[in-house]
């Protein structure tokens, strides 16, 4: 007899992960791989910066090795408001230090949402909010984000998915897996529309020290001082620490529309005794340091991104933005046929690793998928050539036609 | 207007972090608190193992700073099975390294139970369970441990809550907050009862290491190779580290029994991404190491056990099982009124901060509270003579 598995999980992919097997498939059959498919900058040279390296050893060697306070560290705390209300984050109600960004988005959407409401995601989209939905039983939404705009959410689509039962929006920016950084006037219509259907936003900004050629990060907890927003943050991406697992969460808004909300995060809070604490010593000396590490980390990864859309848009039958953040980017494809298919066996054959744009929510026509421009610039030369063959004869093999191209969503 | 939270927090109470709430304000009135409340080895005088420090600094400086594979690093999860299979643990078929056991726990629960669903829990026992499960809109039904066969649990208590909504039963051993050390004729029947009813057993076996006075203990996992066991460990208590957040699940029995089940929980593993990376570089060298810390700090908690047991049963109006392991005592109080009520007054007159029986669940109309015998025998001296007196001044036991 079998246990059966809560009903839960049944529709939780993370396609992300499932194609780390397809890798091993290609690898037993003598594939060189190229991965360009994991978000983690450790893995691809980049180096923690020592400060922060530092400041936790240190913590070791002092045994803040038991458990911290259940909402962080207060250093650590008073540190992010600090640079929350610098950064212009208004009517900040509470900071808690949690096991990397994931967590404090598992505790914002535990707190909130009850089976049969639903949220509103971003198509394409991180796939840990789907995952987390699906576990608390509760309905994903798909808003729609705007290639033709530069991947710019489409306020329209997203307002037409709103009903009763919709409790929160997720905006990601700097977005994961497009790289594009969202216009103040996007924002705006965001918390417009939050504002007037009483909803939170969940504004996921990870990745907001991580920008190119000028563009700037708003936050959105800037724009408004009227509405429930849940900043997350952490030191994964702008402090190269992934694997610290060190992240937090801002909740703004007026202190009577935020309180019971903010209760229940702290409860979720408590029952899981406290964040990693060594690795929460850290957190004041990134946020306060001299940030030197990130300049020229924005320097190679946006010279990175330039060379991926202009190498990509080369290829016939490619169309790549020009990411604008982050360390993705997210070509589309014209062909016949999935897209997970079409990743399935690139990865076979070639040994290139990208994941699928529907892994990312988006199905139908264009096919689309994620690249990590992470690599050094002779692994992502090679990957592309590699890429370019074999969309070639992908091609050649599965002809493609103006009608087979359906519109997505 | 207000954001409504979500229902599942509504009815979550977690009583040993809400007292420090109580201690907060006492602390503020100036009384001297002697903290007996929170089981953190690491406020007293216990510390982490140095190789243990040394390993997740190594890896920090190999830059093992960024995801690790999500059920753990290889090193890891060798060690932990080769520490599993000396235990006598039988047919494992994964090992997950988590955020602590608290999230080993969290996937096990959500991978498992769907809404209408019950797990048995102990009462009294870690409140953790009971949160998780409300959490996930799913009922937490106690079965009694025994105060009268020094808190071994209650069997036939155990069964008669069993119904076809039943989905896994829930083993705290050794046992937070009583101390006891199960006997293997005791884990043969709740085996048993699994077995008969195709249910799952969850053994939390986080004190494992810490026994006192030639106590042995049995993991579940190696008496059964036909039920499907999740076994919780971690480096919390035997390793002195619970803010590193390490923790893991061992899942043994049958192939075809556990197969979908493990599927769902390592779903939910690759949607978190990873426990922390450096911190496991700790986990091999802790569970391969000579122990020699282990020793000591048993001869310190065995003898402030001792004192506890000494001296909670000469209060009058105080009975105490003698703890066998970990670091907790659950005396039981002769008064009228709820032990919540006692406690909190205890807090703010005397400073001395326990939890309350309540906190943990209790058979009904009985009273008690916990105590972490962490602290060095001069606290816990000046804190049991407090507790005395004010027992004694205690309107119910004046009449």
């Known amino acids: 007899m079998s246990i059966r598995a809560a009903r839960r999980t049944a529709g939780i992919r993370y396609a992300n992960r499932e194609v780390v097997q397809l890798a091993e498939e290609a690898q037993r059959r003598g594939r060189k791989l190229l991965n360009l498919n994991i978000g983690d900058p450790n893995i691809f040279g980049f180096r923690t910066p020592e400060c922060i390296q530092e400041a936790m050893i240190r913590a070791i060697r002092e045994n803040h090795n038991g458990y911290s306070h259940s909402s962080g560290l207060a250093e650590a705390r008073a540190a992010i408001r600090r640079q929350a209300e610098s950064r212009g984050l208004r009517k900040v109600q509470e900071v808690l230090v949690t096991n990397g960004g994931s967590e404090a988005i598992d505790m914002a959407l535990s707190a909130l949402v009850n089976s049969g409401d639903n949220v509103l995601l971003p198509a394409p989209g991180y796939p840990l909010y789907a995952a987390l939905l699906s576990r608390l039983e509760a309905e994903t939404r798909r808003y729609r984000l705007d290639e033709s705009n530069n991947w710019q959410p489409d306020i329209e689509h997203m307002a037409e998915q709103i009903d009763g039962r919709t409790r929160a929006i997720v905006l990601i920016n700097p977005n994961n897996p497009t790289g594009c950084v969202y216009s103040r006037e996007t924002i705006e219509a965001v918390i417009d529309l939050c504002r007037g259907h009483k909803l939170v936003l969940i504004s996921d900004e990870i990745y907001d020290r991580i920008l190119f050629n000028g563009h700037e990060h708003v936050p959105s907890a800037s724009l408004a001082d009227d509405v429930c927003i849940v900043t997350i943050n952490g030191l994964s991406k702008n402090y190269i620490a992934p694997g610290l697992r060190c992240g937090w969460s801002i909740t703004s808004g007026p202190a009577g529309l935020c309180e019971d909300y903010l209760q229940g995060m702290r409860k979720l809070s408590r029952v899981r005794l406290s964040a990693g604490h060594p690795q929460q010593h850290a957190i004041a000396p990134a946020l306060l340091g001299a940030q030197e590490h990130l300049p020229p980390l924005c320097d190679i990864l946006s010279r990175r991104a330039r060379f991926c859309a202009e190498r990509l848009n080369a290829i016939e039958g490619v169309q790549c933005v020009e990411p604008q953040g982050a360390f993705y980017a997210f070509p589309s494809l014209q062909i016949a046929g999935r897209d997970e298919d079409f990743v399935r066996e690139l990865i076979l054959e070639t040994g290139v690793i990208v994941v699928q744009g529907s892994g990312f929510g988006l199905q139908g026509q264009p096919s689309y998928f994620r690249i990590v421009t992470l690599p050094g610039d002779e692994v992502l030369a090679e990957a592309f050539d590699r890429i370019e063959d074999f969309l070639g004869s992908w091609r050649r093999r599965h002809p493609f036609t103006e009608e087979a191209a359906a519109p997505a969503l | ?399």
Not at chain 2, 62 to 72: E, I, K, T
């Open chain 2, 1 to 399: 207007m207000r954001i409504e939270p979500a229902r599942r927090t509504r009815d979550m109470v977690y009583a040993v972090r809400d007292i420090v709430l109580v201690a907060e304000e006492a602390q503020r009135a100036g009384k001297d608190l002697l903290y007996l409340n929170i089981g953190d080895p690491n406020l007293y005088d216990f510390r982490t193992p140095e190789h243990i420090l040394d390993a997740v600094r190594d890896a920090m400086y190999r830059n093992r700073n960024g995801y690790s594979h999500s059920s753990g690093i290889e090193e890891a999860r060798d060690a932990i099975r080769r520490r599993a299979l000396s235990q006598g643990i039988r047919e494992i078929r994964d090992i997950f390294v988590t955020t602590g056991a608290s999230e080993a726990i969290d996937i096990a629960l959500s991978s498992l139970v769907n809404p209408g669903d019950n797990v048995l829990i102990p009462a009294p026992g870690y409140p953790l369970y009971s949160s998780l499960l409300c959490k996930l809109d799913v009922q937490a039904r106690e079965y009694l441990l025994n105060e009268e066969e020094g808190w071994q649990p209650d069997l036939a208590d155990m069964e008669a809550r069993v119904d076809d909504k039943t989905r896994a039963i829930v083993l705290i051993n050794p046992n937070n907050p009583t101390g006891a050390v199960y006997r293997k004729e005791f884990i043969e029947g709740v085996i048993d009862l699994c077995r008969r009813n195709g249910l799952v057993l969850f053994s939390d076996e986080i004190y494992d290491r810490l026994l006192f006075d030639d106590h042995q203990h049995v993991s579940s996992a190696s008496l059964a190779d036909d039920v499907c066991i999740l076994t919780f460990n971690g480096l919390s208590k035997n390793y002195v580290a619970p803010g590193f957040r390490i923790g893991w699940c061992i899942v043994s029995g049958p192939q075809e029994t556990t197969a979908d089940y493990l599927a769902a929980m390592l779903k939910l593993t690759r949607a978190r991404l990873s426990a922390s990376h450096p911190m496991q570089y700790g986990i091999a060298p802790a569970l391969d190491g000579d122990d020699s810390h282990l020793q000591d700090m048993i001869q310190r908690l065995e003898s402030r056990a001792a004192l506890t047991d000494r001296m909670m049963n000469a209060i009058e109006g105080i009975r105490c099982v003698r703890p066998q392991a970990a670091f907790y005592a659950f005396p039981s109080l002769e008064i009228e009124e709820e032990d919540e009520d006692f406690v909190k007054a205890l807090i703010r007159e005397t400073g001395v901060v326990v939890v309350h029986g309540g906190g943990f669940g209790q058979k009904p109309g009985s009273r008690h509270f916990r105590i972490v015998t962490l602290p060095d025998e001069e606290i816990l001296r000046r804190a049991y003579e407090r507790v005395a007196d004010f027992l004694q001044a205690w309107p119910s036991r004046r009449k």
